[in-house]
Structures are given as structure tokens and as C-alpha cells.
């Protein structure tokens, strides 16, 4: 998962590519555990990045009631603070 030369810049660009890329997986595969290192990249970067709590959130409701309900939670606060 090498990130193209232009995305280093920044973290917001470093957050778009990851984020773009683990919506490609969700978006195009079959299985979408396989975004959650684009999504974990994402979080390690900008902790409550909210849209990527709710898609972590997605990822784990069937399997991990727990960890949705964690990212869950994130994704509203940081939605919360920005208003």
C-alpha cells in the first residue's frame, strides 16, 4: 500500500487517498474488511475522522456489535464538535 509521492504533502492529503481507497474496496469488492487498513491508516492519522468511524462502524456491525457501536460513537462526536 505504497501512497503516490503527491499524497505525502499533507495529512489531509495523506487522509483523501486512504479514505478514497478504502471506499474503492467498500465500494467495488466483495468483501469490505478488506478497506479496513485504508480506513486504519485514515484513523491513525485523524483519529476522529467521522467518516471513516462510520464506515469502520459498517464494516464491524455484523460481526462485532461492540466496535461498531465504539465507531459509532466517534463518528457523532466529531460530527458533534465541527457544529
Known sequence: MEIPE?????????VAYHYTEGIKVVTL??????????FEKVLAIDSLHAPTNY????IFYRKD?????YHSEIAYKATANTS
Not at 503527491?6 to 495523506?14: E, K, T
Not at 469488492?29 to 485504508?38: F, K, M, N, R, V
Not at 456489535?65 to 457501536?69: D, I, V
Request: proline share 4%; charged share 30%; no cysteine.
Open 6 to 14: 503527491r499524497f505525502l504533502a499533507n495529512d489531509s492529503l495523506r
Open 29 to 38: 469488492e466483495d468483501d469490505i474488511s478488506q478497506a479496513l487498513p485504508y
Open 55 to 58: 464506515q469502520v462502524g459498517e
Open 65 to 69: 456489535k461492540q466496535k461498531a457501536l
